[in-house]
């Protein structure tokens, strides 16, 4: 393992342990990669704990996202691939379950807007509450190819997005560090639960 994977490795399993200590990747759920300086992704082989990764957990693919060492990455490796794709200075991409996100998609029959929060801000070019965010809704689908495809299609249509949810699964978000997107993903789910909590005191 050559310095810069050993490096990203470290970096992705150390994410997934806040990860789990937040408890917003339950059982095997979610999966981590990082995005190397010759295009190679490491990413999390398919069916192992977030919270208890080691170094074996991670597997090396390449652009496209296909397995160097012959194990078998992640089911949901091309969505991260579509991510790197589109947006050059991505550099780690988490995808967590929180219980936050998962109820809130299935209340949303579309996209999530997140306005009049202070936390925007943590994501660059949002430096006021007025921006705002907003989050796109789509459809759990087994077919990764169809499912990054439709993801694709919206983004082009609208480059501003910092993330996505997946209805019922949890949500996609990006940096261009592991600090960074740890960031997001603390911000996009605390204003989750803010806007859970609104549907709470908002009930007639």
């Not at 990860?19 to 759920?29: D, I, K, M, N």
């Not at 693919?61 to 579509?82: F, I, K, Y």
């Not at 996609?172 to 989750?192: I, K, Q």
């Amino acid at each position: 393992m050559d310095s810069e994977l050993r490096q990203r490795t470290a970096e992705l399993i150390e994410a997934g342990r806040w990860l789990s200590e937040r408890g917003l990747v339950p059982a095997t759920s979610g999966n981590l990669s990082a995005r190397l300086s010759d295009g190679r992704i490491a990413i999390t082989v398919s069916g192992r704990h977030k919270g208890q990764l080691r170094e074996e957990d991670i597997l090396c693919a390449d652009a496209a996202g296909a397995s160097l060492d012959q194990r078998r990455p992640s089911a949901e490796t091309l969505l991260h691939v579509q991510i790197y794709q589109r947006f050059p200075d991505a550099r780690v991409v988490l995808h967590p379950h929180s219980l936050n996100a998962t109820v809130l998609s299935r209340l949303h029959a579309g996209p999530v807007y997140l306005e009049g929060y202070e936390l925007a801000k943590a994501f660059p070019g949002i430096d006021t509450h007025e921006m705002g965010l907003t989050v796109p809704v789509f459809d759990n689908d087994q077919d990764i190819q169809r499912l990054a495809r439709k993801v694709d299609r919206h983004m082009q249509s609208d480059p501003s997005v910092r993330g996505y949810l997946i209805r019922g699964h949890g949500f996609y978000t990006w940096g261009d560090s592991a600090a960074a997107a740890l960031r997001h993903v603390e911000a996009l789910d605390f204003m989750f639960a803010c806007e859970l909590k609104l549907y709470e005191v908002r009930k007639p």
